[in-house]
């Protein structure tokens, strides 16, 4: 453990929810830590969150939270800025924003609560023509298990530690902006009219050649 750790500092009384990892990593081990059931959200069994890093599970959260995690910050600004007409510096500029800093150069992560309406959304990565990771906008899987955000005082696996930007914590995280909401709202329904004309595609094809392939089998 590292001789400046520190036990988080988690409200009780939040409707947040959270899960354990081991201290220096991001990825949850315990099985099923995705699943509300396994969800830690008592005050009770908050006393759980001792000598470990810890994971905000977005989904779980009342309201949802979510976040936007900025893995490369220079390529994130042109593409919401093409894509979106949003201005990314802006955003983590503004101090009324929860915005965490892992100490890693040219990353940055914000915190959000989502709209009532608007509860548990898939989560959405843009990638460079690489393939790497850009940024992501985070919160459920596809079938509505949470994906995990470690929070403050959590230490990152290259040693460095997570603290709040703004001085903005978890008792104080406010809406995602509207026009963040709106591109992640896009990127959804864009997704899914792909998926619907390529699963119709599909069964045009197998309607068609079903018949062939059968007479094959038969010959």
Known sequence: MPPDYQDPEIPTQSGLAFTSLPLGQ???????????????????DIKQLTSCNVGLLHAFCTPATCSLDVDDL???????????????????SDPKFARISSGRPNSAKIIFTLPE??????????RDNDEKVIFELRCADSVGNSVCDVVPPSTHPRGTRYVWANGVGLDA?????????????YLIDKDTLTKNSLDEKNSV????????RVALLRQ
């Open 26 to 44: 991001k990825a949850p081990r315990a099985k099923g830590w995705n699943k509300r059931e396994n969800a830690i959200t008592s005050p009770e």
């Open 74 to 92: 220079e390529k994130a600004k042109q593409a919401l800025s093409q894509e979106a007409g949003i201005d990314i510096v802006e955003l983590l």
């Open 205 to 212: 094809y197998q309607r068609e050649e079903t018949p062939r």
């Open 117 to 126: 309406e608007h509860q548990s959304l898939i989560t959405k990565v843009i």
């Open 173 to 185: 995280i406010t809406e995602i902006p509207a026009p963040l909401l709106e591109y992640w709202l």
